[in-house]
């Protein structure tokens, strides 16, 4: 199994513009999990789908923040407008069951100039 | 609300040494908890976990065992090598089976040989 595919592992991007950042899941998994991680705050989850369907969205930050998952092999985490504070590591994780172990990806390093 | 905290890093060891990582927790149930790695440039790993207090959690050489009455979960590994060099979570879910993790801060760890 190829594992979470992130993309992409780096983004260098300009205060006020769009970044789009996106996660393939592990084939055959129901949950998918968005996580930041930064120095000041650890890693932080962000909101977690289940078949598709967001269940818990309290940890995003503002409504600059957006996450979908149109389908059960993709998703997005969308920042619009960004801003320097939104530099960090963001991580995507899948699970294939209740309470079962999450699978991270590699993690896309976004920074904001 | 539940939280996870971890001994402060960096922690640096000599090869063959006998490691520690402490982890205490604070949970209104019966949580599961978890020990995470992070390899230097990946995503996190599960190391081991434990689902119900006593439970002993191995995994590589690690050991970790859940203690109730001193809500602790703390890392062990009686001899490390220079590649266990990566940084540590500790973390919790609120119940068996829930989807929320909590993590601590992470405890840096290096190993020179």
């Known amino acids: 199994d190829a594992g979470v595919i992130q993309s992409p592992r780096h983004e260098v991007t300009e205060m006020g513009q769009e970044v789009t950042l996106r996660c393939k899941p592990i084939s055959g998994h129901d949950y998918l999990f968005w996580y930041r991680q930064t120095m000041m705050r650890g890693l932080e989850l962000l909101i977690y789908f289940n078949n598709n369907v967001p269940i818990d969205d309290s940890g995003m930050p503002e409504d600059r923040f957006s996450a979908k998952m149109p389908n059960a092999s993709f998703s997005t985490l969308k920042i619009q407008p960004s801003e320097p504070r939104d530099s960090a590591v963001y991580f995507c994780?899948?699970?294939?069951?209740?309470?079962?172990?999450?699978?991270f990806g590699p993690g896309t390093r976004l920074t904001v100039l | 609300g539940d939280s996870v905290t971890q001994m402060e890093g960096p922690v640096t060891l000599s090869e063959e040494a006998f490691l520690t990582i402490n982890c205490t927790y604070t949970a209104t149930g019966y949580p599961s908890l978890f020990w995470y790695v992070q390899y230097p440039g990946e995503g996190l790993q599960l190391l081991l976990k434990?689902?119900?207090?006593?439970d002993k959690g191995s995994n590589k050489g690690f050991e970790a065992t859940y203690r109730k009455e001193t809500t602790s979960f703390h890392l062990e590994k009686g001899s490390v090598q220079v590649s266990d060099s990566a940084v540590y979570f500790c973390?919790?879910?609120?119940?068996?089976?829930?989807?929320?993790?909590?993590f601590g801060q992470g405890t840096r760890l290096t190993i020179n040989p």
């Open positions: 973390a919790l879910s609120e119940r068996q089976g829930a989807q929320k993790l909590v």
């Open positions: 994780a899948s699970s294939g069951a209740p309470g079962g172990t999450q699978y």
């Open positions: 434990a689902t119900k207090a006593d």
